[in-house]
């Protein structure tokens, strides 16, 4: 049996539960609503540098791919504020007469991921409001990155040169001191130059040939690797675009991306779900709240009978109760049920002052 | 008697009052062989102000006048509101607490209502010992003085939670109704206003100023009583 006041109660404040039914997917609704976004993508080969165990951006791990590697790399840059920046420059949606507060709020905005498509393969994804933007802000990434590598290695190798070059000073005076040595020698016995002389076999002369020999090997070896450097610091940008290069150029989208039916219907949905909750709630609330006698059900273990029930009186018709109209008359004519039992009686005056 | 043209709130109140005449026994036409009854003196009380103990009372002492074409009287007992007294236009006259103080005969304060056999006797000036007042002896023969000269004395009494001169005033009475107005007076305090008149005859209670926002055909599919 249901409760004719739980009925009562849901009926007499009914406007008051269809709010949240109508409000709570609306708010979803407004909180959930997105401009049409564009996505573009690029993808890009990417492999180890050739006689080179590390990327030329971060480090690498052996038990990743390539790809796996570069994205690590990648995704950290764009958890900086400073590539990002560098980014939005690139991609030419900040221009340099903007404020860095707003080149900063641009570039936090801009959805970009970087993910692995395959041991080789990187692909990049930018999201914007516009598909010229979109494929601006994918190409810029790829850009940025490529450069980034590349003065890493310039960095690296310019660092390395000149270490070399240092190095390799210092080993061709030692060098030169040696065979200065040699020729002391050598002059003062002439004999040991001949090898079938019994002085060629001289351990001081032996020594001072071994120094020289030495000397001339790390000479060589300094040689040769400031020639690699070399090499990598004139080959910089080509290993860097050989390394990490693009396979698909930033796309255009051609229509916005679709919106889930999950974030279409779903969400509302689940607002309206909440809707029905919150009134389920109010009315719950309210009707176990109510001690108030609504109904002669109210009355029942009241050892007392019920006479009878005298019906709301209000000015205006069933039309005006529910409405401001009504609620204005009522207010207008608070005494109106008062006055309208005086005029049961015909008549509400009274002879004031007389005897009967 | 109704007409067509009066207004249907007008009929409302009539058409539930003459339901609480039958239910409280005050409809003496029913009987086959009529003759003058016993007159009654009714007291209309409520646990709190603004349940309509005053509009239930006014209404009650009209319709029982025009119903019945008896004399009735309305007395307004509440020395707290004065009510009846500014209904019928007679605020500021002497009224029950100057007769019950010796000071005005009960014939000068009672008013008759124009076209109607019904008369008025307002509270008057709020007296300063009320409770006094309600027990003497004065007050019982004042009763039995209006009721010698009426069928029907009603006496709209104070809000019992408010005045304890209720339950004294309402043992003078030959019945009591008492009045809740729905979805306002609760359960509680209308179990304590009638422990307080349990030495009283309660005639029964009325539910004022009900309304209901269930539609009909909901309370038909529901078996939804009112």
């Known amino acids: 049996m249901i409760s004719g006041k739980l009925i009562e109660t849901i009926f007499h404040r009914l406007w008051l539960l269809a709010i949240p039914l109508v409000l709570t997917p609306l708010l979803v609704l407004a909180l959930t609503a997105r401009a049409d976004s564009f996505e573009s993508r690029s993808t890009v080969w990417v492999s180890t540098p050739i006689g080179d165990a590390q990327p030329s951006v971060g480090q690498s791990s052996a038990y990743l791919s390539p790809a796996q590697n570069q994205v690590q790399a990648l995704n950290d840059l764009l958890s900086t504020e400073l590539f990002r920046q560098t980014v939005a420059r690139t991609a030419g949606i900040v221009s340099a007469s903007d404020s860095p507060a707003t080149v900063a709020a641009v570039a936090v905005r801009m959805s970009i991921a970087a993910s692995a498509t395959g041991v080789n393969l990187l692909t990049i994804t930018a999201r914007a409001v516009s598909p010229e933007r979109a494929q601006a802000v994918a190409s810029a990434v790829v850009t940025s990155y490529q450069n980034r590598g590349t003065q890493e290695v310039q960095r690296s190798a310019a660092s390395s040169q000149e270490y070399y070059t240092q190095q390799l000073g210092l080993a061709q005076q030692t060098l ?44 060589d070896g300094l040689v040769q690797s400031l020639q690699n450097v070399d090499l990598r610091l004139a080959s910089a940008p080509q290993s860097q675009q050989a390394s990490f290069a693009i396979q698909d150029p930033a796309s255009r989208p051609i229509a916005p991306l679709a919106v889930s039916s999950t974030k279409r219907f779903g969400l509302p949905f689940a607002g309206l779900l909440f809707g029905v909750l919150i009134s389920c709630m109010y009315v719950y609330f309210k009707f176990r709240t109510d001690h108030t006698i609504r109904t002669s059900a109210d009355l029942e273990g009241i050892d007392v009978p019920l006479l009878g029930t005298v019906p709301d009186l209000r000015p205006g018709g069933t039309l005006a109760r529910y409405t401001p109209l009504g609620w204005y008359l009522g207010w207008r004519q ?23 | 008697m109704a007409t067509a043209t009066e207004p249907k709130a007008r009929l409302d109140l009539k058409e539930a009052l003459r339901e609480i005449h039958i239910m409280a026994g005050l409809d003496n036409t029913s009987s086959s062989t009529p003759q003058k009854r016993k007159p009654l003196a009714i007291g209309v009380t409520s646990a709190t102000f603004g349940d309509g103990k005053t509009t239930v009372a006014i209404a009650l002492a009209a319709s029982l006048s025009e119903d019945f074409a008896a004399d009735v009287t309305l007395v307004d007992a509440d020395f707290h509101t004065h009510s009846v007294g500014r209904e019928y236009g007679l605020q500021g006259e002497d009224g029950l607490s100057e007769v019950l103080a010796g000071t005005r005969p009960l014939e000068a304060v009672t008013h008759r209502v124009a076209r109607a056999k019904m008369s008025v006797i307002t509270a008057g000036s709020t007296p300063a010992d009320p409770a006094r007042m309600a027990r003497s002896q004065h007050l019982t023969d004042l009763i039995e003085n209006m009721k010698s000269a009426n069928e029907y004395v009603v006496i709209d009494l104070p809000a019992g939670l408010h005045s304890m001169n209720t339950p004294v005033l309402a043992k003078r009475c030959d019945g009591v109704v008492v009045v809740v107005r729905a979805g306002h007076t609760t359960k509680q305090d209308l179990e304590r206003l009638l422990h307080l008149l349990k030495d009283s005859n309660v005639l029964g209670i009325v539910v004022n100023r009900q309304s209901s926002s269930v539609p009909a055909w909901v309370k038909r599919t529901l078996n939804i009583k009112n």
């Open chain 1, 176 to 219: 030169t001191k040696r065979r200065e040595d040699l020729a002391s020698y050598l002059r003062a016995n002439p004999k040991a130059a001949d090898p079938t002389n019994a002085a060629s076999l001289d351990l001081n002369y032996r020594a001072i040939i071994s120094q020289v020999d030495q000397q001339v090997k790390v000479v």
């Open chain 1, 334 to 356: 608070r005494d109106f049920a008062r006055r309208t039992a005086a005029s049961i009686s015909g008549s509400s005056t009274a002879n004031a002052g007389g005897p009967v």
